[in-house]
């Protein structure tokens, strides 16, 4: 066998025994039904991972029997230290100190783990169980998650404690295993982490040697130690996963290093107590009765039972009940004297923890005039917006990938969130785009932050496994990507984002803007910030666009509109043609309309152009709007600097870089190689016309696409 990773980190000092108010064999019954619940989960579903529990069931009863300040019957208790379970295969675990310290999630939600509906779904979710910080599962995602929690925590501490009144004060508590630390995303996070100086985040590693394929030996023989320490983290290690009052000691160590974050290597069996246990065959796969039984008889419980729970078990671990009432009622009685003696930040937190935005209604904000002939990138409409929202909403906080120059991100009103100034609000993040969009999610789940960040659109690639995790877990970040089509130009085709349109419009709760000027990119950020459960990404140019004529910041809420109308002079019932442009290409659609029309004078023809500046927002208003925009019996045709797949939902006739990706050129030459110029498209408007030409009648007539079945998806679950 290969040689084992190395283990450099230093011991704990030997640790006295703690009195944590139970016997030594109490505790032992504590750690051995937290096992025994964990199996029985993954028996009943015959389907789950029932290994990691098992050897982690003494961290987790160290952490929510003792360690962790919490509020099971306030779940939501803004002070509470947050717990991320970044190995989330690992929910039995979870799930089952949920249910013991009294959280809403009973026995029977226990016994229906993995199963339709059910509160214990086969990875932790935070929209579905009241305690799941953030849904992990993706593994690497949740450590993450957790650098932007204490990054949170740290910034909220900065901007509200005042003498006297430490209102935002508490620890970011993790386990993860070998597979999270495999996944480069946490590399990216945890090296931010440590340059920052994170010291109330502490990481609990279960070190069990052990992945999917089996021995790490086979492909992690790495010193994760060394590695962390390299960070800037502090490094522990607990040699014995069982012993309690190691474990306890190691803690207490971590939390006496306010500088650094703090990783405990904790030296555990994967499937403690089973026949299997220390194999890979233990990770992913139910026991089966025989060890299930041999398991429970050898930890003292009745083979013959599933899902017990002994008195004496219940009796310790629901103390946490009365235990974090008593938080919440000094936490509450803090807030009320803070409120006494700093009114103005205590209505602000209060806001904040709610969730609301600032009252707007009187807030007049930017808006730009076809007058101005100026060309502006909406990148910089964008700078604009930033600035503009910043000082009305004090939670916006985020950063670039190292990109701000060129994403134009950098907020005025602040300073940077760094190790010693914590109360700034624009993070250099660095260029870690998938750490970067992880710790956002982090931001948003604490509460109290509206995160944003930025990249190049087409790096968005390197993130989104994070951005599916902000879309299904329904944080409404920002995601503010410039560059965003071949008009970057000489970058070429490494940079320039072909088919990210296509894979973003994709997926599901995620709202996409690609604004066409400054009005529109003023009405995306509105409309961005009202969503506060659906993130957004804002696709903005680097090449500058004219202020249109039409374009409304109002209309972006309606996702597609009528720009302009064009009727003909024997024709002003409905369009013969209606052109929809996106972003940079919305301008050129009205200078074809324009062309169009001038080499066909008389009034034949009636065109209109449509900005789609969401095709989420569009889909959806309802069928009667849709239809007063893309009218039937109009031939439609779409022009956008991206991949065509997708279009052929609203357009008879896509216009864009189809199976191809893009070129190093300048800008102009490249529309011009792709055919996005007017000549080229005022022809394409003409075969379209006749090709949608009765012979018969001379009328321009297509089908509608948007008039076909229509099916009803199920009901939501939660």
């Known amino acids: 066998m290969a040689e084992k990773r190395a283990a450099s980190s230093p011991p704990v000092p030997p640790a006295p025994k703690r009195n944590r108010g139970l016997s030594f064999e109490q505790e032992q019954t504590c750690v051995n039904n937290i096992r025994t619940l964990a199996v029985d989960m993954v028996e009943k579903a015959n389907s789950g991972h029932p290994g990691a529990p098992m050897g982690c069931a003494p961290i987790a009863h160290m952490l929510f029997g003792s360690v962790m300040n919490y509020a099971p019957t306030h779940p939501k208790w803004f002070n509470r230290d947050r717990f991320v379970l970044s190995n989330g295969h690992a929910c039995a675990l979870l799930y089952a100190m949920l249910h013991l310290t009294g959280y809403p999630l009973d026995i029977e939600e226990l016994k229906r783990f993995r199963q339709l509906g059910s509160l214990t779904p086969g990875h932790p979710e935070n929209f579905m169980t009241a305690g799941v910080e953030v849904s992990t599962g993706p593994l690497g995602q949740g450590i993450s998650n957790a650098v932007g929690l204490a990054i949170a925590e740290k910034h909220l501490a900065a901007h509200f404690n005042r003498d006297g009144f430490n209102l935002v004060d508490h620890y970011t508590y993790v386990i993860c295993g070998d597979g999270c630390l495999q996944e480069g995303v946490s590399s990216e996070a945890s090296s931010l982490a440590g340059h920052l100086g994170l010291g109330k985040l502490i990481v609990c590693y279960d070190d069990n040697k052990i992945t999917i394929d089996g021995d790490t030996s086979l492909s992690f023989t790495e010193d994760v130690g060394k590695r962390y320490e390299a960070y800037g983290w502090q490094v522990l290690t607990v040699h014995d996963g069982n012993d309690l009052n190691e474990l306890q000691a190691a803690i207490e160590t971590a939390k006496l290093d306010g500088d650094r974050p703090t990783m405990i290597k904790v030296h555990t069996q994967i499937g403690f107590g089973s026949s299997k246990a220390g194999s890979h065959s233990v990770h992913g796969a139910p026991l089966g009765a025989n060890d299930t039984a041999q398991v429970k008889q050898r930890f003292g419980f009745d083979p013959a039972q599933s899902f017990e729970v002994k008195p004496e078990v219940y009796d310790f671990y629901r103390q946490q009940q009365t235990k974090g009432e008593a938080l919440v009622a000094a936490w509450n009685q803090l807030i009320a004297q803070y409120a006494g003696v700093h009114p103005e930040l205590a209505t602000e937190l209060q806001r904040r923890i709610d969730g609301r935005l600032p009252d707007f209604s009187h807030v007049n904000f930017p808006s730009y005039s076809s007058a101005d002939a100026k060309a502006v990138a909406t990148r910089n409409r964008s700078e604009e917006m930033l600035n503009f929202i910043a000082p009305l909403l004090p939670e916006l906080i985020g950063g670039s990938a190292d990109l701000t120059p060129s994403n134009l991100t950098f907020l005025k009103c602040t300073g940077d969130f760094q190790r010693a100034t914590p109360a700034g609000r624009y993070i250099r993040f660095g260029v870690r785009e998938h750490g970067m969009a992880a710790i956002c999610n982090g931001l948003f789940a604490h509460g109290g932050l509206r995160p944003y960040c930025a990249t190049f659109l087409n790096f968005i690639g390197y993130a ?69 459960h659906t993130p957004s990404v804002l696709s903005l140019s680097r090449q500058g666009v004219p202020t249109l004529a039409g374009t409304s910041a109002a209309m972006v809420r309606q996702g597609g509109y009528v720009v302009h109308d064009f009727p003909g002079a024997t024709n002003t019932t409905r369009p013969d043609l209606i052109l929809i ?50 009218t039937p019996g109009a031939a439609v045709m779409s022009i956008e600097a991206g991949g065509v797949t997708g279009w052929q939902k609203y357009a008879h006739a896509p216009c864009g870089i189809d199976g191809v990706f893009g070129l190093s050129a300048p800008a102009d030459k490249l529309y011009q190689h792709f055919g996005l110029t007017v000549p080229t498209l005022v022809q394409r408007c003409s075969d379209v016309l006749a090709f949608y030409t009765d012979a018969a009648t001379g009328k321009v007539h297509a089908p509608s696409l948007l008039q076909r079945p229509h099916f009803a998806a199920p009901t939501p679950l939660h």
């Open 464 to 532: 989104l496994g994070a951005v599916r995790v902000s879309a299904l877990s329904r944080f409404g970040i920002l995601y503010v990507m410039t560059h965003d089509s071949i008009g970057l130009g000489e970058d070429g085709p490494t940079h320039q984002p072909i088919e990210m349109l296509q894979s973003l419009r994709a997926m599901p709760n995620l709202l996409v803007f690609r604004p066409a000027d400054g009005n529109e990119t003023a009405g995306a950020y509105q409309v961005a910030l009202e969503h506060a």
């Open 581 to 630: 442009g996106t972003g940079t290409e919305l301008s050129l659609a009205v200078k074809v309309a324009e062309a169009f029309l001038q080499q066909h004078p008389g009034g034949a023809f009636y065109l209109r152009v449509v900005s789609m500046v969401s095709c989420e927002l569009f889909d959806q208003q309802p069928a009667e709007y849709q239809l007063s925009v893309l």
